[in-house]
């Protein structure tokens, strides 16, 4: 059942998703309106800033690409406090980013992680130039491409002609499996029914997310 939580002057009463099923229908209502043109741009007001001086109940968790047309709260047409965003290049997941969803597991009771990654990644094609020609990226972004090199090679495995866009498919789902398999405390709320884990290939030519990966139920 949702949780219900006073976010207007008004008075008004929402309903907060607290289950799986019911933070992924709630995430996908909005990339539809921000799809179509549509988006509401709701708990962007004063009130709602005033609502969540003292404590914060976001109902998902969005893992993803730094890319800067990749933002979280556009693209699902979120506000404050509704999204526990964490980003990095590429999503590539190290101890801090898997810490940071964890607080939001156990801590904040987010019932939804999303891994969101998107066509023509920057970092994935580097890592992509990289398998071919053996050749390196200089500095920290040579950690980036290490990381993600297994998905690349996964998605080549799959198909020797793999193109950039399948290999970004790729690396959600082996970045969403690794969440559950790496944390004990994300697997065991997902065993619970507690949280879902779910990983999204955002389309930047109409601003579509697929779902290409779930772990726990999403009531459909």
């Given at each position: 059942m949702s949780g219900e939580e006073d976010s207007s002057s008004t008075g008004v009463v929402v309903d907060l998703p607290s289950s799986p099923p019911e933070a992924w229908a709630?995430?996908?209502?909005g990339n539809a309106r921000f799809v179509e043109g549509t988006s509401s741009h709701p708990n962007q007001d004063s009130a709602r800033r005033t609502s969540l001086m003292s404590a914060q109940n976001?109902?998902?968790?969005?893992?993803?690409?730094?890319?800067?047309?990749?933002?979280?709260?556009?693209?699902?047409?979120?506000?404050?406090g509704d999204a526990f965003v964490v980003?990095?290049?590429?999503?590539?997941?190290?101890?801090?980013?898997?810490?940071s969803l964890?607080?939001?597991?156990?801590?904040?009771?987010?019932?939804?992680?999303?891994?969101?990654?998107?066509?023509?990644c920057g970092a994935v094609t580097a890592t992509k130039g990289a398998v071919a020609t053996?050749?390196?990226?200089?500095?920290?972004?040579?950690?980036?491409?290490?990381?993600i090199t297994p998905s690349v090679?996964?998605?080549?495995?799959?198909?020797?002609?793999?193109?950039?866009?399948?290999?970004?498919?790729?690396?959600?789902?082996?970045?969403?499996?690794?969440?559950?398999?790496?944390?004990?405390?994300?697997?065991?709320?997902?065993?619970?029914?507690?949280?879902a884990v779910v990983g999204l290939t955002y389309r930047l030519s109409d601003g579509?997310?697929?779902l290409v990966y779930s772990n726990g139920s999403l009531g459909r």
């Amino acid at each position: 059942m949702s949780g219900e939580e006073d976010s207007s002057s008004t008075g008004v009463v929402v309903d907060l998703p607290s289950s799986p099923p019911e933070a992924w229908a709630k995430l996908m209502e909005g990339n539809a309106r921000f799809v179509e043109g549509t988006s509401s741009h709701p708990n962007q007001d004063s009130a709602r800033r005033t609502s969540l001086m003292s404590a914060q109940n976001p109902f998902v968790m969005i893992f993803g690409c730094s890319d800067s047309r990749l933002a979280a709260e556009i693209i699902f047409d979120l506000g404050l406090g509704d999204a526990f965003v964490v980003r990095t290049a590429g999503h590539v997941l190290d101890n801090t980013a898997l810490g940071s969803l964890e607080y939001g597991v156990e801590y904040l009771k987010v019932p939804l992680i999303v891994v969101l990654g998107h066509d023509n990644c920057g970092a994935v094609t580097a890592t992509k130039g990289a398998v071919a020609t053996g050749e390196m990226p200089a500095g920290f972004v040579r950690d980036l491409v290490e990381r993600i090199t297994p998905s690349v090679l996964a998605s080549l495995r799959k198909d020797k002609d793999s193109d950039v866009n399948a290999m970004v498919e790729e690396h959600v789902k082996q970045t969403a499996a690794r969440l559950v398999e790496n944390s004990p405390i994300i697997a065991d709320a997902v065993a619970r029914q507690r949280t879902a884990v779910v990983g999204l290939t955002y389309r930047l030519s109409d601003g579509s997310a697929d779902l290409v990966y779930s772990n726990g139920s999403l009531g459909r």
